[in-house]
């Protein structure tokens, strides 16, 4: 049975950090693209921040220099560190894990049930 289970939302100030994580279980987790992912209400879950099997990383226009994932896997944990954090980036969010294999993206995605991460003075 796979699991993802997220830690570390919650309310901030405009400028402060949170650190998000995700523990993996069920999954041979050094074969998975982890991602996380946010939705904002009223609007469509969007991808935030991945980190690929080979841990390359890419993240969203948005957050770009703000925010960094990684990925340690001798815990099986991939993490967010948010930094200069922003009333807009108040959202769930979502861990996200799928199957890599040689560079593609295979079979199902894995969803944790997210955590709320709200930005406000």
């Known amino acids: 049975q796979v699991q993802l289970v997220e830690s570390g939302g919650g309310l901030v100030q405009p400028g402060g950090s949170l650190r998000l994580s995700c523990a993996a279980s069920g999954i041979i987790f050094n074969i998975y693209r982890m991602a996380w992912y946010r939705q904002a209400p009223g609007k469509q879950r969007e991808l935030v921040a991945a980190?690929?099997?080979?841990?390359?990383?890419n993240y969203a226009d948005a957050v770009k220099g703000r925010f960094t994932i990684s990925r340690d896997n001798a815990k099986n944990t991939v993490y967010l560190q948010m930094n200069s954090l922003k009333p807009e980036d108040t959202a769930v969010y979502y861990c996200?894990?799928?199957?890599?294999?040689?560079?593609?993206?295979?079979?199902?995605?894995?969803w944790g049930k997210g955590t709320l991460v709200t930005v406000s003075s």
């Open positions: 980190i690929t099997t080979d841990g390359s990383t």
């Open positions: 996200n894990a799928k199957k890599q294999v040689v560079g593609v993206l295979l079979g199902v995605d894995y």
